[in-house]
C-alpha cells in the first residue's frame, strides 16, 4: 500500500452508525500516560481543538491526578490509573483514548484501549515490532474501533508541501533524500529510551521513523531494501541500544534515502534531490519553526499547532466515518522497516523489507 494512497479502515457505514454524539458535540479524548509529550503538548493542544477536548487522564501517579483535574476541569469519574483503566468501557465522556506511554507499552494500551470500546491514537513508534502492530490493528477491527498514529505532520503545511512537491513530481523524479532527525541525550541512565524493553530500540526506533516517513511521504514509494550500521562512542550508557543509526533505503524508482537517527547530535531535515532541482525542509520534524526551500525559492506557509490539528482531523474522521490518513497500517509499514533495518544492524548486509 503506498502512503498516499486509499487507507484501509474499520467499514465505514458501521463507524459512522457506532458514534453516538449529537451535532456539533466534541469528542471526548483521555490521555493515557502524563510525562512529557502529554504535558506540553498534547493537553494544551486540546485547549486549542473545535471537535475533541480533554475528558479523562489515565495515570499511575498519584499526586497528577489533582493537579490535572484543578488545571483542566477533569471530573473525577474521568480519571483513571493502569489497573482501573479498563472501566473506562462504562464511560460515555471517553471516545478515544490517546497511548503517550513508553513505546513497550503501546500494544498493551492500545488493545486494551480497543477492548473497552474506545477509538485509539497511539503515539510513535506504533510498538517496538512489526508482529505487535498487527495484534494493534485487529483488536480494533474486530471492536470496529478507529486506529490511528500520532504522526502530526502529516497535518503540517511544509511537510504537506514536501508530499506535493515530490508525489507529484513537480521537479521530476526524485533521485535522492538525505535526512537526519537526532537529538543529545543526556545522562539518565534509569529513562525508557534506554531500556531495549521499553523504547525497542534506540534513536532509530523513537526519531528514525521521522526519518523513514520523510522518505516514505515525499517519494509516495515504499522502499524495498534497506542496509544500516551504527556508531558508538559510549558504550558504557548506551548498554542496551543503539546510539546513532546510519541507514539506506533504497526504492523501486531507483530512488535512495541516507538516514541518519543519533541520540549524540543534534539535526532535523529532510533534503531531496530530483531531476530538475531540489526541495528541503531545513527545519522538518519539529513541533514549529519549519524552515523550507526549493531550488525555486523559499517556502511560505503558516506554522500551525500540529497535535491539534491532528487529533481534530481524528475526530472528524470518527465523526463522520471517513479513514484517517494516519493509520495503524501506516504505522506497521514503518515499523516493518525498522525491523528490516535492525536486521541489517546485526547481519551488516542489506536486507528486504
Ligand atoms: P516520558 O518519559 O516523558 O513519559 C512517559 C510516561 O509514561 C510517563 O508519564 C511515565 O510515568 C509513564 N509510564 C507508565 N509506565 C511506565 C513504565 N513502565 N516505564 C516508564 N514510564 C512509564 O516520554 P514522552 O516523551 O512523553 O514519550 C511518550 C510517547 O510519546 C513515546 O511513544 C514517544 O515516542 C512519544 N512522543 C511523540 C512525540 C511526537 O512528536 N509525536 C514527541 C515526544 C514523544
Known sequence: MGIGSALIGPDIATLAACNNKKDGQKLGIALVGLGGYATYQLAPALQETKNCYLA????????????????????????????TFDNIAG???????????????????????????????????????????????????????????????????????MMRLGQKKIFGAIKKIESANSFTFGNDNTSWRVKKSLAGGGPMMDMGVYVIQG??????????????????????FFTEVEETCIFEMEFPSGAKAFGRS?????????????????FELSEAYRYGGMVGATSRGKMNFPNINQQAAQMDDFANCILTGKPTRVPGEMGMQDMRIVDAIYRSLESGKKEKV
Open 56 to 83: 479523562g487522564i489515565v495515570t499511575g501517579t498519584p499526586a497528577k491526578e489533582k493537579i490535572w483535574a484543578d488545571r483542566y476541569s477533569i471530573p473525577a469519574k474521568n480519571i483513571y490509573n493502569y489497573q
Open 262 to 278: 543519533s541520540y549524540n547530535e543534534n539535526s532535523n531535515s529532510l533534503h531531496v534531490e530530483a531531476e530538475k532541482g531540489w
Open 91 to 161: 464511560n460515555p465522556d471517553i471516545d478515544i483514548v490517546y497511548i503517550v506511554l513508553p513505546p513497550g507499552l503501546h500494544k498493551e494500551y492500545t488493545i486494551r484501549g480497543a477492548e473497552a470500546g474506545k477509538h485509539v491514537i497511539c503515539e510513535k513508534p506504533m510498538a517496538i515490532g512489526a508482529a505487535d502492530c498487527q495484534l494493534m490493528i485487529d483488536a480494533c477491527k474486530k471492536k470496529n474501533r478507529m486506529l490511528s498514529i500520532g504522526y502530526r505532520l502529516h497535518f503540517e503545511p511544509y511537510n504537506m508541501e
Open 215 to 236: 522518505a516514505r511521504y515525499t517519494t509516495g514509494e515504499e522502499p524495498v531494501y534497506v542496509s544500516a550500521r551504527q556508531e558508538k562512542t559510549r558504550p558504557d
